[in-house]
């Protein structure tokens, strides 16, 4: 499976944009980019995927370099309850029956009041 | 708003004693995932179902973990006898499986904290 590589930790003020980097270099074609987060004491839970397009939702955007090497995780305005640890995975449609999700190790954010 | 449901949400144990860790997934979803979180190891799937079959258990120890659904609403996990290495925060997750879809989301419950003295 492709690896992803992100900070082990940042911080960033309440009320600011956020972004989380996420390096994927060996990233496949069939690869989709999702981004799951766990907020303390609570099971991780989706954020936002996509495949080449940056995409947006209620909760984040995704940048996605053109060379889909990087992504950006973007929380346009972040609050307290932002504060989580950030999963970049890597998802291959084309691995039928592979359905898990391969965690590593994401990235802390915290936010400071 | 639906969830996945775990019981209990946590568990504290003695080594060599059976524990039994239940789930109920989102109603009409077909699959059904066991994580394990540890401090050492992190977020690892130990065993997943679609439609109550088995179709992934290879990230569970055989010889102690058994996983189950005995229907469409209960997946259950059990370890037997349980050592103090098993202590971990155990996730169930549900996922629709809808078919031809392999990049659905995957929905977790709130997790089993178990400790095992």
């Known amino acids: 499976d492709a690896k992803t590589t992100q900070p082990n930790s940042m911080e960033s003020n309440e009320e600011e944009p956020v972004h989380l980097p996420c390096n994927h270099s060996?990233?496949?074609?069939?690869?989709?980019i999702h981004w799951y987060r766990q907020l303390p004491s609570q099971g991780p839970e989706y954020v936002i995927h996509?495949?080449?397009s940056n995409v947006n939702n209620r909760m984040a955007s995704l940048a996605i370099a053109e060379d889909r090497k990087s992504s950006t995780l973007i929380l346009h305005r972040a609050t307290l309850r932002d504060a989580a640890v950030y999963y970049c995975?890597?998802?291959?449609?084309?691995?039928?029956?592979?359905?898990?999700?391969?965690f590593g190790t994401g990235t802390r954010l915290t936010i400071i009041p | 708003d639906a969830r996945v449901t775990q019981t209990p949400r946590h568990k504290v144990t003695e080594m060599g004693q059976e524990v039994t860790m239940r789930c109920q997934p989102i109603?009409?979803?077909?699959?059904v995932f066991w994580y394990r979180q540890t401090m050492m190891q992190g977020l690892e799937l130990l065993a997943y179902?679609?439609?109550?079959?088995?179709?992934?258990d290879s990230g569970m120890p055989k010889d102690r973990f058994s996983a189950e659904m005995p229907d469409a609403t209960l997946a259950t996990l059990k370890i037997q006898p349980s050592e103090p290495r098993d202590s971990a925060v155990y996730f169930c997750?549900?996922?629709?499986?809808?078919?031809?879809?392999?990049?659905?989301?995957?929905?977790f419950g709130p997790g089993t904290r178990l400790l095992v003295l």
């Open positions: 997750a549900s996922a629709p499986g809808t078919s031809g879809t392999y990049q659905e989301t995957q929905y």
């Open positions: 060996t990233i496949s074609g069939t690869d989709y």
């Open positions: 179902f679609r439609n109550r079959a088995p179709l992934d």
């Open positions: 995975i890597l998802r291959d449609v084309a691995n039928f029956g592979n359905e898990k999700l391969t």
């Open positions: 996509g495949l080449t």
């Open positions: 109603l009409g979803h077909n699959t």
